[in-house]
């Protein structure tokens, strides 16, 4: 396969644009995505032109509260960087959007962008099309969501050459809304030579729980808010939480750390246990389990909902714990604090399961074999 790669884009040469959300390297949507493997297309001989709405000065107060001029200021930056796309999308062989292209309004900017390219990839992470049902009181801007339209996404769904989708659920979902009827499930993925376990003593006094997410998905931390309170009423732990944003939780140890790239596998290398709450509801089922994946590369057995992708990953008492209840996170969550051997046979079968399932080298080539489907196409 990797010749005849190799061939067809010694042939082909094409230059592909990147129409996404975020700048390069900051969000793990992206970043534990696609992103990890840009390097590997340029190899390749592709050229790559990233174009991203939010700028890094928009990144910094998106998910903050307040900053409203801002966060204005920094959309319509946003808009005009899409409007100079429009103009340029003629230069490029291939298109290839994540999540939207724009987040706001009408579906026309996805119209004129699918109108205008030769062939478009879209990948959709979460579904979108379930959007709308997600709890206001999560998103710092819910004001906003106001003007987010499912009908973009819907129509990239529809019309693109092929959607890379987040879960197999929503995978199938948009096979079955593609008009050419090309959509495939691709998992996120980990550089497993970056993220590696450490030696950690099984006489540890003060085991540590983790969780890292954004503060778009702290509603789902704090699901647990009354599980740790009891928790910590039985044994001694200490709450791990890397984010974007402050955290506070009485009765419970907690550290609280400001996510960054620079540190981001020291802080993760110091959790025991790993955590993954999410709720019960349609917008889950496109969730790709990212944080899990995350755990698991660094030997961390996982505490997670079972729902969705998750049991796909997790596997209840060899890798982790898979639970639905209250009791069910007591339970399991107290069993780990109690038995290090446990915690690390976990984690063992965690680490090998990434390394065969989940590692960037494992999941390359099937992204290569959409570039070279739609290119090839394209070059007919």
């Not at 051997?341 to 965690?350: C, F, I, N, S, V």
């Given at each position: 396969m990797g010749c005849c790669w190799n061939k067809s884009l010694a042939m082909l040469k094409k230059k592909i644009l990147i129409i996404c959300p975020f700048p390069e390297g900051v969000a793990a949507?992206?970043?534990l995505k696609y992103e990890q493997y840009l390097d590997d297309w340029r190899d390749e001989g592709l050229e790559i032109t990233i174009s991203s709405f939010m700028d890094p000065a928009m990144w910094e107060v998106v998910y903050k509260k307040k900053h409203i001029f801002a966060k204005i200021s920094g959309t319509l930056r946003g808009y005009t960087r899409r409007v100079?796309?429009?103009?340029?999308?003629?230069?490029?062989?291939l298109v290839y959007v994540h999540m939207w292209v724009t987040p706001f309004g009408t579906s026309i900017p996805e119209r004129l962008v699918r109108y205008l390219s030769q062939s478009l990839i879209f990948d959709v992470e979460d579904s979108v099309l379930a959007e709308q049902q997600v709890n206001k009181s999560s998103n710092p801007n819910p004001f906003s969501q106001f003007f987010k339209n499912p009908n973009k996404a819907k129509f990239l769904i529809q019309e693109s050459n092929f959607?890379?989708?987040?879960?197999?659920?929503?995978?199938k979902q948009c096979k079955e809304m593609n008009r050419y009827k090309k959509s495939k499930y691709i998992s996120s993925?980990?550089?497993?030579?970056?993220?590696?376990?450490?030696?950690?003593?099984?006489?540890l006094k003060v085991v540590t729980i983790g969780w890292t997410g954004t503060f778009s998905s702290k509603a789902y931390l704090d699901q647990l808010s009354s599980i740790f309170q009891q928790l910590a009423l039985k044994v001694d732990f200490t709450l791990r939480v890397i984010g974007n944003f402050d955290y506070d939780l009485p009765g419970v140890n907690l550290e609280v750390i400001q996510w960054s790239l620079e540190n981001e596998v020291r802080d993760m290398q110091g959790i025991d246990i790993g955590v993954y709450p999410l709720p019960m509801d349609e917008w889950v089922m496109g969730k790709s389990g990212l944080k899990a994946i995350q755990y698991m590369a660094f030997g961390i057995p996982v505490v997670a909902s079972d729902i969705g992708t998750t049991p796909l990953i997790i596997a209840n008492n060899v890798n982790g714990f898979l639970v639905k209840t209250d009791n069910d996170w007591l339970a399991s969550l107290e069993k780990l604090v109690l038995n290090p051997?446990?915690?690390?046979?976990?984690?063992?079968?965690?680490r090998t399961n990434a390394l065969e399932r989940y590692s960037t080298k494992v999941i390359s080539p099937q992204y290569k074999i959409v570039l070279q489907e739609v290119l090839g196409d394209n070059n007919d």
């Open positions: 949507g992206q970043r100079r796309d429009i103009f340029q999308i003629h230069k490029f062989d959607v890379i989708a987040s879960s197999p659920f929503l995978a993925s980990v550089n497993t030579e970056r993220f590696i376990p450490v030696i950690k003593a099984l006489d051997k446990l915690r690390q046979d976990l984690g063992q079968t965690a």
